[in-house]
């Protein structure tokens, strides 16, 4: 079973940038479908951005056109470039890699905090 582990958040201005990282304990490009998710106080978990093992990239409305979901193959690593960041962008991101007839896998929370 691949493990993830990220890094990469904090506090930021709005309109900073961030970049979160996301370590995978071995390959994972071209296997696992790739994604970031976010869980705010009080609410639902929901789906960013993701990467498919075709390396299509897809955005949640939200964050389209201001982050960038991106890899790394070699450092078996996956990114979330967010930049233009909204004090609504807070909230705890997570990584996960599903593969069919694979255990999906979480990486830890990365909490990011967007405030003046």
């Known amino acids: 079973q691949v493990q993830l582990v990220g890094s990469g958040g904090g506090l930021v201005q709005p309109g900073g940038s961030l970049r979160l990282s996301c370590a995978a304990s071995?390959?994972?490009?071209?296997?696992?479908?790739m994604s970031w998710y976010r869980q705010a106080p009080g609410k639902e978990r929901e789906l960013v951005a993701t990467?498919?093992?075709?390396?299509?990239?897809t955005y949640a409305d939200s964050v389209k056109g201001r982050f960038t979901i991106s890899g790394d193959d070699a450092k078996n690593t996956m990114y979330l470039q967010m930049d233009s960041l909204e004090p609504e962008d807070t909230a705890m991101y997570y990584c996960?890699?599903?593969?069919?007839?694979?255990?999906?896998?979480w990486g830890q929370g990365i909490q990011v905090t967007v405030s003046s």
């Open positions: 071995g390959t994972i490009f071209g296997l696992y479908v």
């Open positions: 990467i498919t093992t075709g390396y299509i990239t």
């Open positions: 996960n890699a599903v593969r069919p007839y694979f255990p999906t896998a």
